[in-house]
């Protein structure tokens, strides 16, 4: 079993930096990808960012590529989501998701099996 839970959400103005944490639990965290996704109201959940088991290698939905950075610390048992440059479109609940395996690239939300309860952004125009 795997619980992970977010903080780090909040209200910023447009252009502002959030960092949003996941905290998971369980021994077999470090064997295996995270990911962020979001879900906007009236949308469906899109991904965000993921990053394989060792943190060597990551991948970027294209509209958050340059602004928003995934980094993890397995010591920790920590997953990061640095937030910059935000718009008022990434206003979203995010969610931090355990991946069913170890590369980073999973895009879609059938290839992750835990998921967080997730914290909202909200970016102010």
């Known amino acids: 079993q795997v619980q992970l839970v977010e903080s780090g959400g909040g209200l910023v103005q447009t252009g502002g930096s959030l960092r949003l944490s996941c905290a998971a639990s369980g021994r077999t965290f470090s064997s295996y990808a995270m990911g962020w996704f979001r879900q906007a109201p009236g949308k469906e959940r899109e991904f965000v960012a993921a990053?394989?088991?060792?943190?060597?290698?990551?991948s970027y939905a294209d509209s958050v590529k340059g602004r928003f950075t995934i980094s993890r610390d397995n010591a920790k048992n920590m997953v990061y989501l640095q937030m910059n440059s935000l718009k008022p479109e990434d206003t979203a609940v995010y969610y931090c998701?355990?991946?069913?395996?170890?590369?980073?690239?999973?895009?879609?939300?059938?290839?992750?099996?835990?998921w967080g309860q997730g914290t909202q952004v909200t970016v102010s125009s």
């Open positions: 998701a355990k991946s069913r395996y170890g590369s980073s690239r999973n895009y879609r939300d059938y290839e992750y099996d835990y």
């Open positions: 990053i394989n088991w060792r943190g060597d290698s990551t």
